[in-house]
């Protein structure tokens, strides 16, 4: 495989941002000339700074404490910086550029703020949050991200720019698509709507969950011996590659999320002619001699999972993709509610993700209200988390197939979804430049292949994908520094719909078999 080149605009932008470090904006350079108030979810944050800043870069995360270095990016953050038309065309000077991001709610939030007009509270500029000087880190599912203003006051009653979600807006639908009380989202209400790029979500479990799946399809010959060995907590090194990932069918997946299947023993795995349970897996494991730093049998068999919240970009496209809800109407099945055999925890944000799969693995209390041991939990998650593994949760493989950006290509690996830009047209025209650079800058193959070299797994780069949607050629063989996937989610009529069965794009016509 090639090694992707890294692209000259990204580096040129990147550069120009460390030249201006030294006089990077503050709260003491005034409030800015332009500001975006853009709430959703995170697919596009890592595009905002090198797609319309083009100097004196600053972080600001939001503190609920007094000790700034306890910020965070899990509600609210924001950007300020120098803008000007060598970035953004249409852009008169050199300008003050805020952009304030709010995560908290999720991508119906902002899809909602959108078609209501409904006001939400954001980091309104730096001479409101109340922000302190602050060079500091913040670590979530094994990824951390830098920030230098620690800020403790956000300022309601804003109304938003535009949004960003991780599914476009015709996917928030349906009873278990949008939040209770609330109204469906009209996809054609909202005059500017662009799908950017594909977002590859995974399906993660807790590590020792992955560890029993692992030996599971060792022992049943799917997978080779040398991914779990007995007597080691590592297996030749093999154990996290993409050649020894466990792998849980559509259908599987389908059971678990709508509590068909509500205890992990409802799985068994054929040993020889004889069917044994995951529990019945890990006693195998115990009674080899192998070590329960690696494999042991949870302290119950019921099936816990790490759901996100009503309206959550990524929860709606496994809905659209895995359980095929709301494009079944009544035929689909339900999402698994709280209160049910199953046992469901609504984590309401990707750190809260990480936290509730952890404590679930290890037995701790940063998500759960009460510690519970060891159990097997799965979520959902993106992939560009807990690229280092520090965190205690695996991806998985569904059908076989990785969570990678050349399985996506090669139509095999099938929960990924168009994420979107939206704004009405009640931007400044300033504002629309802005907006519509943000979504040219994400759409480029280069700057996705970019962007995705944070997210190179042990098993593979996973991340984003470019779309033929958006006019940009597929190689006719899969290439990493053109991440172009063939298929596509566009009707027949034009448009995309995230209930639509991909297929190649018709403009292109051409798919690699492997």
């Given at each position: 495989m090639p090694t992707?080149?890294?692209?000259?605009t990204l580096f040129a932008t990147l550069l120009a941002a460390f030249a201006?470090?030294?006089?990077?904006?503050?709260?003491?350079?005034?409030?800015?000339?332009?500001?975006?108030?853009?709430p959703g979810s995170q697919a596009n944050d890592k595009f905002f700074a090198p797609a319309l800043c083009s100097s004196n870069i600053h972080t600001y995360f939001q503190n609920y404490t007094s000790d700034p270095s306890k910020a965070t990016n899990n509600d609210y953050w924001a950007i300020y910086c120098s803008t000007d038309g060598s970035k953004v065309s249409g852009i008169v000077g050199t300008k003050k550029l805020w952009i304030s991001r709010r995560r908290l709610g999720a991508s119906y939030v902002g899809l909602d703020a959108l078609v209501k007009g409904t006001k939400l509270t954001y980091l309104e500029k730096p001479s409101t949050a109340a922000c302190t000087a602050f060079s500091g880190s913040f670590t979530s599912g094994g990824t951390t991200f830098n920030y230098d203003y620690s800020c403790t006051t956000v300022t309601p009653n804003i109304t938003a720019t535009g949004s960003v979600s991780d599914v476009t807006p015709d996917a928030f639908r349906g009873g278990d698509n949008v939040p209770t009380g609330q109204a469906e989202i009209v996809a054609s209400g909202i005059p500017n709507r662009n799908a950017i790029a594909g977002h590859?979500?995974?399906?993660?479990?807790?590590?020792?969950?992955?560890?029993?799946?692992?030996?599971?399809?060792?022992?049943?010959?799917?997978?080779?011996?040398?991914?779990?060995?007995?007597?080691?907590?590592?297996?030749?090194?093999?154990?996290?590659?993409?050649?020894c990932m466990p792998s849980l069918g559509k259908q599987q997946l389908a059971s678990l999320f709508s509590g068909a299947v509500s205890d992990w023993n409802s799985f068994s795995v054929n040993v020889s002619g004889t069917a044994i349970s995951l529990e019945q897996v890990a006693a195998r494991w115990a009674s080899n001699g192998g070590s329960a730093s690696y494999l042991k049998a949870p302290d119950d068999t019921t099936v816990h999972i790490c759901r996100r919240e009503n309206g959550a970009g990524q929860q709606v496209a496994l809905l659209a993709t895995i359980l095929q809800n709301p494009c079944l109407g009544n035929s689909a099945p339900r999402l698994v509610q709280?209160?049910?055999?199953?046992?469901?925890?609504?984590?309401?944000s990707l750190g809260a993700e990480d936290s509730c799969l952890t404590d679930f693995n290890n037995g701790t209390t940063n998500f759960l209200p009460t510690a519970k041991g060891n159990r097997w939990a799965i979520g959902i998650q993106t992939t560009e988390r807990n690229v280092s593994r520090s965190a205690n949760y695996r991806f998985i493989k569904?059908?076989?197939?990785?969570?990678?950006?050349?399985?996506?290509?090669?139509?095999?690996?099938?929960?990924?979804s168009e994420y979107g830009i939206q704004w009405m047209n009640n931007v400044t025209a300033d504002q629309g430049n802005l907006l519509r650079a943000l979504v040219k800058y994400g759409q480029r193959p280069?700057?996705?292949?970019?962007r995705n070299q944070a997210d190179i797994h042990s098993f593979g780069t996973a991340g984003y994908v470019a779309l033929s949607a958006n006019g940009y050629a597929p190689d006719p063989v899969f290439n990493a520094a053109n991440p172009v996937t063939p298929y596509t989610h566009k009707r027949a009529g034009g448009g995309i719909d995230a209930c639509t069965v991909p297929v190649v794009n018709p403009d292109y016509g051409t798919a690699e078999l492997r």
């Open positions: 992707p080149a890294f692209p000259k201006g470090a030294a006089s990077a904006l503050t709260p003491g350079d005034g409030d800015p000339d332009i500001v975006l108030y853009v590859i979500i995974g399906a993660p479990v807790t590590l020792l969950l992955r560890n029993a799946l692992q030996y599971a399809q060792v022992l049943s010959g799917a997978l080779p011996s040398q991914c779990a060995v007995p007597g080691s907590t590592t297996s030749a090194n093999m154990d996290e590659t993409a050649a709280p209160g049910s055999f199953t046992d469901v925890q609504l984590a309401t569904i059908d076989g197939a990785a969570p990678t950006v050349e399985q996506v290509a090669l139509g095999k690996y099938p929960l990924w280069d700057n996705v292949n970019a």
